[in-house]
């Protein structure tokens, strides 16, 4: 299959179909709730969907090319719609989301931060972009370390990058 650069409309594409957060946000934590009630391991589901999610979005998407820092703030912008920080310190990658789409508010029966799901997509995308020769960066998923909706004042994702 060809490399699907990054063009405008397929950014656009991305954008209208995985930015509307806010309407899937409900749903999510519907399901984080009946995953918790059936005790399967909610983060490693979340992590599963997001991957497949990412996989089915990069036939028309994929990272731009850039340094790390860089390309995960515009990706965290296309496929979140967030203005995230992003540190780098040695190999670990932390990504600071004030405004989280999917942890908005603290839920008190739930346990788990729904952007386990975007986490997962996040570097799935970079494992597809891998395969199709289009970056260089091998960036690993450690987890959610904060999220609004387990409290915190926002949400904060590690990463970490591996050559
Ligand atoms: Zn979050």
């Not at 008190?108 to 729904?114: Q, R, Y």
């Given at each position: 299959m060809a490399v699907p650069p990054a063009n405008p409309t397929a950014r656009e594409h991305l954008r209208e179909n995985l930015a509307p957060f806010n309407q899937i946000r409900n749903a999510l934590y519907q399901l984080i709730r009946f995953m918790q009630d059936k005790k399967v391991s909610v983060p490693d589901d979340l992590h599963r969907m997001g991957r497949d999610i990412a996989r089915t979005f990069s036939n028309y998407w994929l990272p731009p090319p850039g340094d790390p820092t860089q390309v995960l703030r515009e990706v965290y912008l296309d496929v979140t719609g967030s203005k995230v920080k992003v540190d780098l310190t040695g190999k670990n990658v932390r990504v600071v989301d004030k405004k989280c789409r999917l942890c908005k508010v603290k839920y008190?029966?739930?346990?788990?931060?729904?952007c386990e799901l975007i986490v997962a997509m996040i570097a799935e995308f970079f494992v597809q972009a891998r395969a199709k020769d289009a970056t260089s960066i091998n960036l690993k998923l450690v987890g959610v370390e904060e999220s609004r909706a387990r409290g915190n004042e926002r949400c904060v994702h590690l990463y970490r990058l591996e050559s």
């Open positions: 008190p029966d739930i346990d788990h931060a729904g």
